[in-house]
């Protein structure tokens, strides 16, 4: 499956953004996927996760209360819904999707996803 990553832009603080990441797969409720954000200077970290068909979701703390994560698999994507953006939320965002699995479960390691998009940069000023 081939992954596409948008919705990046530049926003003050306290602004919002919508990511996208759409899917070659026409079959996409299958795939889990996952958000990674890398900052300048810093490794790639876990930023929250949804399962297949989308029936549980995962947070990192520092997004929790902020971001969403959401799917429609009618239109093959995954969202992530992005408010109270912050400074320290600058990075390079990028989606990640992994084929099978239980239904009801996430992932959160960068090894447990086979496939990823090329990413698309958020800049919060403040």
């Known amino acids: 499956v081939q992954l596409q990553a948008s919705g990046g832009g530049s926003v003050q603080a306290g602004g919002s953004l919508r990511l996208s990441c759409a899917a070659s797969?026409?079959?996409?409720?299958?795939?889990?996927v996952g958000w990674f954000r890398q900052a300048p200077g810093k490794e790639r970290e876990f930023v929250a996760a949804?399962?297949?068909?989308?029936?549980?979701?995962y947070y990192a703390d520092s997004v929790k209360g902020r971001f969403t994560i959401s799917r429609d698999n009618a239109k093959n994507t995954v969202y992530q819904q992005m408010n109270d953006l912050k400074p320290e939320d600058t990075a390079v965002y990028y989606c990640?999707?992994?084929?099978?699995?239980?239904?009801?479960?996430?992932?959160?390691?960068?090894?447990?996803?086979?496939?990823w998009g090329q990413g698309t940069l958020v800049t919060v000023s403040s």
């Open positions: 797969a026409h079959t996409f409720g299958i795939y889990a």
């Open positions: 949804i399962s297949r068909y989308g029936g549980n979701t």
């Open positions: 990640a999707a992994r084929y099978g699995g239980s239904s009801g479960q996430y992932y959160f390691g960068e090894s447990d996803y086979a496939y």
